[in-house]
């Protein structure tokens, strides 16, 4: 079974500076997805980022990257220049491609909790 | 409907009530997942829909715990006999078909058992 692991129940960050979440998972499906999810203090589900396990190339998106290393099942997530909106829980996602028998399930991990400091 | 609806927003029970959740897909979402999320925790898959048929309910915990969605569109996650221990988040998500690799979330059900 797949699981995702996040280490980091908490970090913290000033203003303006860059911040790195954690996140590792275990499969041994060959193609899979990837996500980053945000959950502000409203407890909404917003997707910040995915990553095709097959592309090479790290996903960006803005002030979003992530660190894709496949051999070693890491997935982490840079927050560049942090805001004060950045404020939220973050989880890390594991989804299996289509034809397989998980298709579309989000498999989460506990989440990181990240504040950021004016 | 514009985004993914989720009624009520918030459920207060009595140990041993039933309860049922509804979730309203976006407009032309063929698939339909179900989620608990404990408070601190990540969410957990419950069952998935994939038009009307419900394909997988491996994460369902127990048999008070049923869902439904009879015309593939609106979907229904009934909790009989509550217990306290089903106090949650529970969030609807919809995407536009299986193998689609971005799902939209509802605001969830806010769900206690007292």
């Known amino acids: 079974a797949q699981t995702v692991t996040q280490s980091q129940p908490e970090m913290s960050v000033q203003e303006a500076e860059t911040v790195t979440l954690s996140c590792t998972y275990d499969t041994s499906e060959n193609n899979y997805y990837l996500f980053w999810y945000k959950q502000p203090p409203s407890r909404q589900m917003i997707l910040v980022i995915r990553?095709?396990?097959?592309?090479?190339q790290n996903a960006t998106e803005n002030r979003f990257s992530v660190n894709f290393q496949k051999a070693a099942k890491s997935f982490s997530l840079k927050i560049s220049d942090s805001q004060l909106g950045d404020t939220a829980m973050y989880f890390c996602?594991?989804?299996?491609?289509?034809?397989?028998?998980?298709?579309?399930?989000?498999?989460f991990g506990q989440g990181t909790t990240l504040q950021v400091k004016p | 409907g514009a985004g993914v609806s989720q009624s009520p927003r918030y459920k207060v029970t009595k140990r041993g009530q039933d309860v049922a959740l509804r979730c309203d897909p976006i407009s032309g979402h063929v698939s339909l997942y179900w989620y608990r999320q404990a408070l601190g925790q990540g969410p957990e898959f419950l069952t998935y829909f994939n038009y009307e048929a419900q394909q997988d309910k491996s994460g369902l915990p127990n048999d008070r715990f049923s869902a439904e969605r009879p015309e593939g569109s609106i979907s229904t996650l009934t909790i009989q006999r509550t217990e306290q221990r089903d106090s949650a988040m529970y969030r609807c998500a919809s995407s536009f078909h299986r193998g689609s690799t971005e799902a939209f979330f509802g605001q969830g059900t806010r769900l206690t058992v007292v």
């Open positions: 996602a594991f989804m299996n491609p289509e034809g397989s028998s998980n298709t579309g399930k989000l498999i």
């Open positions: 990553q095709e396990a097959y592309k090479q």
